[in-house]
């Protein structure tokens, strides 16, 4: 690494930090100083954000389609409700029993769709999507199931009482930060390049021993487990569970701010959590879902979803606006990539062998064309 290259990273670090102490001190003062409804808002959309990098991870690093996204949510919420009123879990410890159900689910639905073309896994999440609400009508009723636990704040926090949500923000914030730097983690590292490998070049991939199949597996089950931890985390903020909450649309919407704010980065998954989350809040607001005719449809929330796509699809070419965000290396520094060495053993001995049988092959031409033509000399002399 050369001078400068260290003076950049040291500045991009610097930068990190402070945008990172900003961060925290923004949330700190809307914990505080807001109003119990904009808190528990926040609170939901921090939750969701793990739901949506779920998204950015089958998308960006995999190529994979997920239209049930939602449902995956409603099974975290369910299992992590039912763990604490039927099991007595800690309500702390909760979501945690919605990230192993949403892991289950999802590797039950990866195992048979992936062994098909990519487009069964969107119809087979599609159809759990749909599906869902009316399963979980039939399971818990049509009556609201609340939590029978309290999340109340410990002393030495200085939270009143009275003031839960705020102790409710922290632990949602909590557990969706610890699981975005260990994913995040995760993928920058030989997970993350074997993903992008069995999404590009899938056969190369197998070709060089990496198990295509197994870790499309594992990527759709580890999206599944951070959806149902979302889907658990929801549950401390709302503190009850209704099949209301995960209608058939909630997937569709899901999938379409993933697919216009996109982005290569976990954190890309924010925008799409506020959008979902409070845009029917400003509607509601400004009384726009009560009017009626052309005003009212361009006033909807299905036609700002459409427009938001569409401008996706003209402006970032469906790379998402995230994607314009993100850091570019420019032309001039652009250094040729350094060419790829084959990992294994065999298939290294047997490219250095194909090498020098080339050479040699190219060696022997060049011998057959430097021979004189004794035949012609002959002719001559006759």
């Not at 369910?78 to 949403?102: E, I, R, S």
């Not at 639905?109 to 159809?127: C, E, F, M």
């Not at 976990?266 to 809040?281: H, Q, R």
Request: aromatic share 10%; charged share 15%.
């Amino acid at each position: 690494m050369t001078v400068q290259e260290s003076r950049i990273s040291s500045v991009k670090r610097a930068a990190w930090i402070i945008a990172s102490a900003a961060f925290i001190a923004a949330c700190l003062r809307v914990a505080f100083w807001a109003t119990p409804k904009i808190v528990t808002d926040l609170s939901n959309v921090v939750a969701l954000s793990l739901a949506f990098a779920g998204l950015v991870l089958l998308t960006h690093y995999l190529g994979l389609l997920s239209l049930g996204q939602g449902a995956f949510v409603g099974v975290g919420a369910y299992a992590a409700l039912h763990a604490v009123n039927d099991f007595g879990a800690p309500v702390l410890w909760m979501p945690l029993a919605g990230l192993v159900a949403g892991t289950l689910v999802g590797a039950v639905v990866a195992i048979p769709s992936l062994r098909l073309p990519k487009a069964y896994l969107a119809l087979l999440t599609l159809s759990l999507g749909v599906a869902y609400p009316i399963i979980l009508r039939q399971i818990d009723g049509n009556l609201p199931v609340t939590l029978d636990g309290e999340f109340v704040a410990p002393s030495w926090t200085g939270i009143a009482e009275n003031d839960e949500h705020i102790w409710e923000f922290f632990i949602v914030a909590a557990y969706a930060a610890v699981t975005l730097f260990l994913v995040q983690g995760l993928l920058r590292g030989p997970i993350g390049r074997a993903f992008i490998a069995s999404r590009d070049q899938p056969e190369a991939a197998r070709a060089f021993g990496i198990p295509v199949y197994r870790l499309r597996l594992y990527g759709v089950a580890l999206s599944g487990g951070m959806a149902g931890l979302a889907g658990g985390l929801l549950m401390i903020p709302t503190n009850f569970n209704d099949y209301t909450h995960f209608p058939e649309e909630l997937s569709i919407k899901m999938f379409a701010l993933a697919m216009a704010f996109g982005g290569s980065r976990l954190i890309s998954a924010v925008p799409g959590a506020i959008v979902l989350i409070f845009l029917p809040v400003w509607l509601i607001d400004r009384n726009w879902v009560v009017e009626y005719g052309w005003v009212g449809l361009v006033k909807s929330e299905g036609f700002i979803y459409a427009a938001l796509l569409l401008a996706t699809a003209y402006l970032t070419k469906g790379k998402g606006f995230m994607h314009l965000f993100e850091r570019r290396q420019p032309k001039s520094e652009v250094q040729p990539e350094p060419e790829v060495q084959p990992s294994n053993r065999q298939v290294t001995s047997v490219v250095r062998g194909l090498v020098d049988l080339d050479e040699q092959l190219v060696h022997l031409e060049g011998l057959v064309g430097d021979r004189p033509d004794i035949r012609s000399r002959q002719e001559t002399k006759d």
